[in-house]
Each structure stands twice: as structure tokens, then as C-alpha cells.
């Protein structure tokens, strides 16, 4: 690919473009100042959404609007739908991309906290060869990922869920979408059969500690191999309270945003619940 042997011999002030809805943006408030733009929109052999023995894979050109549209999503990947619902309009979906989504690594970016949930990797790739890096492990701060100069993402991948499992996504911001969150959570649970005892759950949020999403994992372990009910509950409330560490900014105050993010993980759970069940477990 001709494109990673001149990003190899120029590592120093060139940014990568994909359809720039972030980095426009961004450019225009002054925030970054690169020399050279290199417009990634030819690629289209970086568009696709697959799935092979068990693994979706979503090449990094996929538009949000192209992932939303693959009929290789059932009804257990409504959250996929859920989340380009609220991601914004026509003028934005039919261009913004999921590799651009995860690259721009900040709270305001709808996809990442549902594929941290579905414990996503992502593929990377240079002169030298591919690299897989868990998602988690992708995003390093604000603004900040492990993808070296002379490398691009090339896909992101996550293993099918299980038939007893389901994942729901919830957002608020000043509209439901063309807006930056003040607060958005994405959850994946999955359920022993008949005992609705906790076999499995990922909770994640576009802030928990810092502004980058990211997995709540201290109410993850409170809440696994535990009986899903109105104690539990309760106590998994308590648990994110003492975990979130949320700012306040323009957008937001630190007390709002909390009081937003625990009513954001019961609804998220509930809905994951009648999910799976029919039933509303929890009120």
C-alpha cells in the first residue's frame, strides 16, 4: 500500500483524514496545526462489515451509516442502531467513520463506549505488518492512542455475543443527537438461564476516570456472579458512585453528571434485561 510506505517516510506533521467531521473541527479552533493532510476516502477496501467464524470485522473506512445498514446485525445489536440514532444526522452518519470515531479517542465519541463493552480490538498496520491491541488497551488518553506515525487502523473486530447475552447503549446531551454528550453508557450482560444470576457484565462510560471512555470495572466485579435484583441494584448504584471521578465544564457540572450517569446505567440495565427476558426486572 503506497500510503503506509509515505506515512513510514514521513512521520513529522502529517494527519491522516478520513472525512474530517472531527478533525475539521478541530483544525478551525486551532487545536492541531498539521502540514500535511492525508485524505484517506480512496480506501475503500477499509469499508466492509464481515463476519467470520464467529468475528465481526469492520474495516476503518466504514461509514457509521454502512454500519448500521449490514444485515449481519440481529436484533441482539440493536445498541449498534441505538447508538447512530443518536450520533448525529444524515450530513454526519453518512460520513463519519468508525475508525475516526475510535482514533479520535475522547468522551464525545458515541461508538467506543459499546465496543469497549463488547470487548473490541483493533487492528493496525504499517510497513512492518499488522498488530492487534485490545481496545482498552488502544486508547491511551485524551486525544491520545497507541497507533504509531508511521501506522494506520485498519479494522476493528469483537466476537459474536452469546444468545443469552445483550447490550443496550444511552445517551444525554442538550438534544438526542447532533450534540456532544454530557453523559453516555453502554452496557453488555449476560444472564444464566432461569436464575437470572449474573454470568457476565461490561459497563462503560464516555468518562469514568478522565475524559476518555472507558470500562467501569470496580461495579463490574461487585456485580459478577451475583443474583440480578432490586438489592443488587441498589448496591451496584452505590459502587459507580464511588467509582466515577466526573468533572464539571461548559457543558456540565460534576453533580449533574453524576446524578445523569447512575439513571443512564439503571435504564441501560433495564433494557438490557427485558432484552432477555420480556420482563421488567427493574423499576
Excluded: W
Aim: a positive charge.
Amino acid at each position: 500500500m503506497d500510503l503506509l510506505h509515505y506515512i513510514n517516510e514521513h512521520q513529522t506533521g502529517v494527519q491522516l483524514i478520513a472525512n474530517g467531521s472531527d478533525l475539521i473541527n478541530r483544525i478551525q479552533r486551532r487545536q492541531v496545526n498539521p502540514k500535511v493532510l492525508v485524505d484517506l476516502t480512496g480506501l475503500t477496501e477499509l469499508s466492509y462489515v464481515e463476519k467470520e467464524n464467529g468475528t465481526f470485522k469492520i474495516g476503518a473506512m466504514t461509514t457509521i451509516a454502512e454500519l448500521i445498514a449490514s444485515p449481519l446485525f440481529d436484533s441482539k445489536y440493536e445498541a449498534i442502531r441505538e447508538v447512530a440514532r443518536k450520533f448525529g444526522g444524515p450530513s454526519i452518519v453518512n460520513v463519519a467513520t468508525v475508525g475516526g470515531n475510535v482514533c479520535s479517542a475522547s468522551s464525545s465519541e458515541d461508538l467506543l463506549p459499546l465496543l469497549l463493552v463488547l470487548d473490541a480490538q483493533v487492528r493496525t498496520r504499517s510497513v512492518k505488518g499488522d498488530r492487534v491491541v485490545r481496545l482498552e488497551d488502544f486508547l491511551k488518553g485524551k486525544r491520545m492512542v497507541d497507533l504509531s506515525p508511521n501506522e494506520i487502523m485498519v479494522e476493528a473486530t469483537f466476537s459474536d455475543i452469546d444468545q443469552n447475552a445483550r447490550c443496550a447503549f444511552e445517551k444525554v446531551g442538550m438534544r438526542n443527537s447532533l450534540i456532544t454528550a454530557f453523559v453516555n453508557c453502554a452496557i453488555y450482560l449476560k444472564l444464566a438461564t432461569k436464575t437470572n444470576r449474573i454470568e457476565d457484565i461490561r459497563i462503560a462510560f464516555n468518562r469514568v476516570n478522565g475524559k476518555i471512555p472507558a470500562r467501569a470495572k470496580n461495579t463490574e466485579e461487585k456485580m459478577q456472579d451475583k443474583p440480578l435484583d432490586h438489592k443488587r441494584l441498589t448496591m451496584s448504584i452505590d459502587a459507580l458512585r464511588n467509582e466515577l471521578r466526573l468533572t464539571s465544564d461548559f457543558r456540565a457540572s460534576q453533580e449533574y453528571r453524576m446524578e445523569v450517569a447512575c439513571a443512564l446505567f439503571k435504564r441501560t440495565l433495564t433494557r438490557c434485561v427485558d432484552g432477555l427476558t420480556g420482563e421488567k426486572l427493574i423499576v
